[in-house]
């Protein structure tokens, strides 16, 4: 393929010797198909102009040829390709644009008209006009075909090819040339929208990282460090400043991308004053000036960068600004400008935000702000029906009772004790559609076995000694409300049996009775045993295990369910404040530590009874501190510093197995969370600065955070 402008000076072109325009058929086809071939591989607008025309002239046997698209005003023909120019043509080419008011010449009638125009003698043909001239004597054309580029009726350009010798154009190959000139116009129109596309998909990502760190900081210089870089980036522009105007001070601020200051000493202050900087203060909007504007306009701030855009930066009611933004050549497209407005939009919310915070900050030195107090009350009505949590795991067990809760299904809840399985269980009857109807609750561990087969199917007087009078079961009693079954594992199996079989056939029968009562219950089991294991041994039926492990729902322990220690202990703290009629505002962060590293092996309940604890028989201030802490806790807290692998390798036995995968996945999940939560806490919350410890991207840490089930706890 020939380049735009040959390398080494002018090639010559083959000469042609006939005075008739031939055209070798299979060879445009060839050509055509080369030419539809060209999107498939990734290149610029200029590469695939560049290669069409090489097609157009040496399938169709022309000597050279140049290609003109319409630029964004649609006023002007500016040339983007040639083939077979000199050095010295090629630059003249580039340099001219043909504008269609100004400029009468074949180019422009053809672009305007829509319709082909076909010289067989350039130089003397009548129609020429004083620009043909101009143009027809430098080139030393012959015959010339002009033809449009156009999608339907809409003209997006032209391409001009001729030959040196004077050559006849027949009509059916008139025709071939505008069909191949219209496989063109459709290659470029979609070149130019996938170039489109990719600069849009460009300035979005930008706009993307830029307010995403404009959210991440209250840093005046940071703000206009990632406004110039991003507006630079975005416009394609080479200049940018940053003008602001302090109405009650009646000072201006400058930041010209190289530093930001206070210009007292007037050294912008002059030239400002004719640009379109006030232009764009005094009209609220925004305001352009494009490269060829002539007298009577503004003067360019930046010399020798006439293409200029000026966007008001609307901050309170103290402040206006205008971003400045200047290039030497092109325009700015209305996309790009769109871009940029939302680019300075979300710059002037960081100025007020950074304002905000900065005045929260000066409050706060000896003052709880009332952001942090709302932040805690919004921590403790974070909860779902009486459950305290905002953790990945915890926000997924409420979905999932949610959805259970529609439907009468078997669930059976696991988890170690004191982790919230009654409360669990409270939550999806309230949820469900019996929850005008009773919740009864039975712990089949404290009840014995002969006594819990009464509770739950009752008797007929005369049943057993002492059965004076029937007595309706708990499964009567609750019928179409809910039944929980807590420590379902404790109940023995010969009533495992009989419930199995009243769980298959929806009746019940009283001890001492023959008939059979029908049962309307949902049922709820919970357990911390692992019912699978003594299935495989043998003392629990394993079809009665299907029949109530329907939907498992598995509760983390509280080691495992990140700042909801905190969140509950805060919890906690009011709720003693008020039974003891105390004035405890909070916890300590060096206390908060100590009982984040303990391990609790008694989960929820363990906590809010080390709590209870402090707030009876310590001497507590106004905040509980490292003293106020139990010695057992503190004592176990530093142990559990690190995570020990005998709590994650739970081998009992030589007959015993584990899940080594799953056994080194917790192991490195826990040290994973441990480094993020200590960046974290170095950070004061702060992702950007957590990030940059780390040695990761900020998208990296959010990742990470993800994977441990803290993505969607505090911090920016």
């Keep these: 393929m020939s380049q735009i402008i040959e390398q080494g000076g002018y090639i010559p072109p083959p000469v042609r010797t006939s005075s008739s325009f031939s055209i070798d ?14 999107l498939t591989a990734p290149s610029s607008v200029e590469d695939i102009l560049g290669k069409i025309l090489d097609e157009v002239v040496d399938s169709m046997g022309f000597d050279r040829g140049i290609i003109l698209l319409l630029d964004e005003s649609r006023e002007n023909l500016v040339t983007r390709v040639v083939k077979n120019y000199s050095d010295e043509e090629a630059k003249r080419a580039y340099s001219v644009h043909l504008n269609l008011k100004k400029h009468d010449s074949f180019e422009t009638r053809v672009a305007k008209t829509g319709t082909y125009i076909a010289l067989e003698d350039s130089e003397k043909d009548p129609r020429t006009t004083e620009t043909d001239r101009k143009i027809s004597a430098f080139y030393k054309r012959g015959s010339t075909f002009y033809a449009p580029l156009k999608i339907e009726d809409d003209v997006i350009g032209i391409i001009a090819v001729w030959t040196k010798e004077k050559t006849r154009f027949l009509p059916n190959e008139i025709d071939i040339v505008l069909t191949f000139a219209n496989q063109v116009s459709i290659i470029i129109h979609i070149t130019h929208l996938f170039e489109l596309n990719r600069e849009k998909i460009e300035q979005l990502l930008i706009l993307q990282e830029a307010v995403s760190d404009l959210n ?17 980036q975005i416009g394609k522009a080479e200049k940018a400043l940053i003008y602001f105007l302090d109405i009650e001070k009646n000072r201006v601020f400058i930041n010209d991308g190289e530093r930001g200051f206070i210009d007292d000493k007037n050294e912008y202050g002059a030239r400002i004053e004719s640009t379109i900087i006030p232009r764009a203060l005094d009209s609220d909007a925004i305001t352009i000036q494009g490269p060829d504007e002539e007298e009577g306009n503004a003067v360019p701030l930046f010399e020798g960068h006439r293409s200029e855009v000026a966007i008001p930066l609307k901050v309170k009611d103290r402040f206006k600004g205008v971003l400045l933004l200047g290039m030497r050549n092109g325009v700015y497209s209305q996309g790009q400008i769109n871009v940029l ?4 939009n979300n710059a002037a919310t960081s100025y007020d935000n950074a304002i905000m915070h900065s005045m929260l900050s000066f409050e706060a030195k000896s003052l709880k702000t009332e952001v942090e107090k709302l932040k805690e009350r919004e921590d403790i009505l974070l909860g779902f029906h009486n459950i305290l949590g ?16 529609k439907h009468d299904t078997n669930i059976l809840i696991q988890g170690e004790s004191g982790t919230g399985k009654e409360l669990v269980s409270r939550a999806i009857h309230r949820q469900s559609l019996r929850n005008q109807k009773r ?11 002969t006594l819990l087969e009464s509770e739950l199917f009752g008797y007929e007087a005369g049943a057993f000694t002492d059965a004076r009078k029937r007595k309706i079961g708990l499964l009567e009693y609750a019928s179409g409300g809910t039944l929980f079954l807590d420590e379902i594992g404790d109940m023995s199996p010969p009533l495992q049996a009989k419930f199995l079989r009243m769980l298959e056939d929806g009746y019940i029968r009283r001890l001492g009775g023959n008939e059979s009562i029908s049962v309307d219950v949902r049922f709820i089991f919970a357990t911390n045993r692992d019912l699978s294991r003594m299935v495989a041994e043998g003392s629990f039926r394993e079809d009665l295990f299907y029949r109530i492990s329907v939907v498992p729902i598995i509760l983390p322990p509280l080691r495992e369910r990140g700042d909801d220690l905190v969140l509950l202990a805060r919890n906690y703290v009011e709720e003693f404040n008020r039974k003891f009629n105390k004035k405890v505002k909070g916890i300590a962060k060096e206390a908060e530590e100590i009982l984040r590293r303990y391990s609790w092996p008694g989960n929820v309940r363990e906590l809010k009874n080390i709590i209870e604890r402090i707030m009876i028989l310590r001497d507590v201030g106004r905040y509980i501190t490292p003293e106020n802490i139990p010695s057992e806790i503190k004592s176990s807290a530093v142990q559990d510093h690190v995570a020990r692998v005998d709590e994650l390798l739970p081998l009992t036995s030589s007959t015993e197995r584990i899940d080594y995968k799953l056994a080194v996945e917790k192991l490195t999940g826990r040290i994973r969370e441990r480094i993020l939560t200590r960046a974290l806490e170095l950070s004061g919350g702060n992702k950007t600065k957590a990030a940059h410890l ?15 089930g803290k993505e969607g706890e505090s911090g920016t």
């Design 25 to 38: 058929k299979d060879k445009l086809i060839k050509g055509i198909f080369r030419i539809s071939t060209f």
């Design 216 to 232: 991440s900081t209250y840093s005046i210089e940071r703000i206009h460090e990632i406004l110039i870089r991003s507006a630079l």
């Design 341 to 344: 407005d939302i680019l300075v």
């Design 390 to 405: 905002k953790s990945k795991k915890m926000v997924g067990i409420f979905h999932v009772i949610e959805e259970v809760a």
């Design 439 to 449: 919740f009864v609750d039975v712990n089949c561990a404290a009840i014995p076995g």
């Design 694 to 708: 780390l040695s990761i991207s900020r998208y990296a840490l959010i990742r990470e955070l993800k994977k441990v």
